[in-house]
Nanobody
Framework: QVQLVESGGGLVQPGESLRLSCAASGDAGTLHAMAWYRQAPGKQREAVAA???????YYKDLAKGRFTISGDVSKDTVYLQLSGLTPDDTAVYYC?????????????????????????WGKGTLVTVST
């Protein structure tokens, strides 16, 4: 089993930045990709960004130009740099991971990278953007 622990959430003002971190432990040595999702109050969880073992990054439109995913999947760590935050970014941000190459399969099939979902999930870290 793989455990994922997020950190770095908090309260920020609009326009500010925040860096989220995620560390995997347990049987994490075989991870193929790590990702970030978020769930805003009253809304469904949505994908944000992902990174695979070869360093390839994937973004959903909501993240392009403002958020940056980085890290080293082989070292079980991933980060999400959030910039230009707005109140609409208020959400619980979840770290996720998979080791069955779901992202690769999605890409080969011409589907979005998050099409097959993730296998492992953290408990989330809350980001609140407010004045």
């Amino acid at each position: 089993q793989v455990q994922l622990v997020e950190s770095g959430g908090g309260l920020v003002q609009p326009g500010e930045s925040l860096r989220l971190s995620c560390a995997a432990s347990g049987d994490a040595g075989t991870l193929h990709a790590m990702a970030w999702y978020r769930q805003a109050p009253g809304k469904q969880r949505e994908a944000v960004a992902a990174i695979s073992t070869d360093g390839t990054t994937y973004y959903k439109d909501l993240a392009k130009g403002r958020f940056t995913i980085s890290g080293d999947v082989s070292k079980d760590t991933v980060y999400l740099q959030l910039s230009g935050l707005t109140p609409d970014d208020t959400a619980v941000y979840y770290c996720a991971a998979e080791r069955t190459k779901r992202i690769d399969t999605a890409q080969i099939m011409g589907n979005p990278w998050d099409y097959y979902g993730m296998q492992f999930w953290g408990k989330g870290t809350l980001v609140t953007v407010s004045t």
